[in-house]
């Protein structure tokens, strides 16, 4: 299936690098006027040339999403540029592997900060700004909502923190006519999180072993599924936690870290 987005505005937050990035450009390739936004100012240059490259209509701007005044700023420019928001992906996140006993409570705090804060900020600035009826808004979130993986306890209560932003949304904005649902990214090929959760050919061999389909993933598998629930196409579908990952997450062998942090630990000790 083909989707056509010409003359839609889609608003991509952490949309300048990985899965996110690849998902702004999906929504490029399919016609829409595509705005992202990250912390870092380079980035988003680069994301935008990149975006236009496809000859799509593309702008952004710099913006952390725990601050809300700046993710407000960002949204105003966005509808100055391209006019209400048709779609909205919010995909800001941190992440890295470490023990509950290792993770200082700054290291918690930001990742939670990051996703659950940075969630909330993206989805109540952007209220005013969106197409009320007919908005589609997806979170980009995480396997460790649906699966306990060693080394990333705060991962996991980050993530199913934004699943449940998702769920009440759908519940609160469905009177709105704005439909609210999360993407799970299996394992992603070429991202910066797999690159820290595998960071060896043989931890990415398992990996691979891992999912029941065979492979991993590649940000074209997230963007299509994003497109599809942009769409009309799933104009019934609302609050919907959605796993696109190979059946990776019915894979428990597949959520242990451990020989990651083994080898993390062996390095510092060699420090």
């Not at 979130?141 to 209560?157: D, F, I």
Request: a neutral charge; one cysteine or more.
């Amino acid at each position: 299936m083909s989707f056509d987005f010409s003359g839609k505005t889609v608003f991509v937050a952490g949309g300048t690098s990985g899965i996110n990035l690849g998902v702004a450009l999906g929504f490029a390739r399919a016609g829409a006027a595509v705005f992202v936004i990250s912390r870092n100012p380079d980035k988003v240059v680069s994301a935008v040339e990149q975006l236009q490259s496809t000859g799509a209509r593309a702008a952004g701007a710099s913006a952390d999403v725990r601050d809300m005044e700046a993710v407000k700023a960002a949204f105003a420019a966005c509808v100055a540029e391209f006019g209400e928001i048709d779609v909205l992906v919010s995909g800001a996140a941190g992440n890295f592997p470490a023990r509950a006993l290792d993770i200082s409570s700054n290291g918690f705090r930001a990742v939670m900060e990051i996703d659950v804060l940075g969630t909330h900020h993206v989805m109540t600035a952007a209220y005013p700004c969106l197409k009320k009826p007919g908005a589609s808004i997806i979170n980009i979130s995480a396997p460790q909502t649906l699966v306990a993986m060693t080394g990333q306890v705060h991962v996991c209560a980050a993530k199913a923190g934004v699943d449940m932003i998702t769920r009440t949304l759908a519940l609160e904005w469905g009177r709105d006519g704005i439909r609210v649902n999360s993407v799970i990214p299996g394992p992603i090929a070429g991202t910066e999180g797999m690159a820290r959760l595998a960071p060896t050919p043989e931890a990415m061999a398992r990996v691979e072993k891992s999912v029941p389909l065979g492979r991993v993933g590649t940000p074209d598998d997230i963007a299509n599924a994003c497109l599809f629930l942009g769409s009309d196409a799933a104009g019934y579908v609302s609050g919907a936690v959605i796993p696109v990952d190979g059946a990776w997450h019915l894979n428990l062998s597949g959520t242990r870290l451990d020989p990651v942090l083994d080898a993390m630990g062996k390095a510092k000790l060699g420090a």
